[in-house]
């Protein structure tokens, strides 16, 4: 037992009143054992498994891995919400319910998600997990379930293939061993051959959908097997320009997308569907009469034998599409403009996926551009008449708007998510 404060820079998550002696404190008195035995079960899932899409709801054994309280033990935790984007792990917190008759009542929340990166996440981790042990050592209490637990962690850690198979099972949604042995081979053979990167991406989205009678391998194939477009991209940007992008998705996007403006000398003007064809190498009579399968819940490229890509998209709404297109511009220029990696899009929310859609997003409707055409004007009805200029989503536009401090919504669509992610 002690006084545990948990804070995101100087914030305090667990600042608290104490209902019984009517205090208000920024620590709160629980074991620290059954936090730490809570982060090491859920070690895995917590640093490589990320968010459901937007608009789904997360599962009970998905949130069992991510939400604070699930620690439990009949002690009151304050409602903090990990979730890594595999470079960030993203903060949430709000207050306590004010309806639950509790003895602590937590009292502060964050408007936004709070990141930080995740090897900084995985240290602190580290440090309260073996800081417990250690005072548990120091009290003669050393054969623990959590001593043994984390040793285990430590081993394969410590070994590159436990560590790629761990890994594994949590981004297709399971816990150490929940999964058969056949269905993580599996899917690590697919690992191998499309690029542990796109794997990353592509296995989350399919998680739900996973089992031993429909492996991963088995529904890409199904996919890769269909038609699809053949393009070969266009793109060229200055390699300067690459080795000298920030590290955030969105301002990575921003210069990337600005840059390829440039250099296709379009300036202000709203980016033609023909154009969006070009710079992927796509026939436009084929795109257009393209017609994806239902509910595909990816969309892929594959590099093909020869030098280009199979594009299978899945957008059917032509504003969509456009956006699709833009994505996936965006994801070969970072992550594969020697066309050796698969391109991959998903409506998850990793930090490649928020890159590819703040590059769309400012590749199609510059954000100087999109000002010079409002013109300060931030009606509803000015926000409508720019994203039928711009060729793009109302919600596209108040997003940018937003980001970028010059709107405030009611309900957000910004980079940062707000209060709870679900």
Sequence with gaps: MGMFGLSVGDISLTRNEDT???????????????????????????????????????????????ELTAANQGFIWPRVVLASDTELMQI???????????????????NQSFPISLLDFEQKARDFIESVLSRLNATGVAETPLANLWEEVQEELSDSYSSQYRRCEAELGFDPDEASENLVTDALDLAEKIGKETFSEIAPAYSKYISEAQPLSETIAELTQELGLYGKPEISIENSVLQELPKVPWQQANKLASSLRDAIDIGDDPVVNDK??????????EYEAW?????????????????????????RHPIARRFELARFIGDYLFYSSHGKSWLASTDLRTS???????????????????????????????????????????????????????????????????????
């Design 291 to 315: 017609n994806p399968p239902s509910r595909q819940a990816i969309s892929i490229a594959v590099p093909s034998k020869q030098t280009g890509f199979k594009f299978h998209p899945r957008k």
């Design 92 to 110: 949430w917190s709000t207050t306590s319910n004010t309806a639950d008759q509790q003895s602590v009542r937590y009292i502060n929340s964050l």
């Design 276 to 285: 969006l064809y070009d710079l992927l190498g796509l026939q436009k009579s």
């Design 352 to 422: 490649r996926q928020k890159y590819q859609r703040a590059f769309a997003a400012e590749f199609l409707c510059p954000l100087s551009s999109l000002q010079s055409y409002l013109a300060d004007d931030y009606s509803e009805s000015a926000i409508e008449d720019a994203a039928e200029y711009f060729s793009v989503s109302q919600q596209t536009i108040e997003s940018i708007l937003e980001n970028n401090g010059l709107i405030n919504s009611s309900q957000s669509t910004s980079n940062l998510e707000t209060c709870l992610p679900y």
């Design 20 to 66: 019984w002696s009517q205090t208000i404190r920024d620590t709160v008195l629980v074991s620290a054992y059954p936090l730490a035995a809570w982060m090491v079960s859920a070690w895995w899932r917590l640093l490589y498994e990320p968010l459901p899409p937007k608009g789904t709801k997360p599962s009970a054994n998905w949130r069992m891995a991510h």
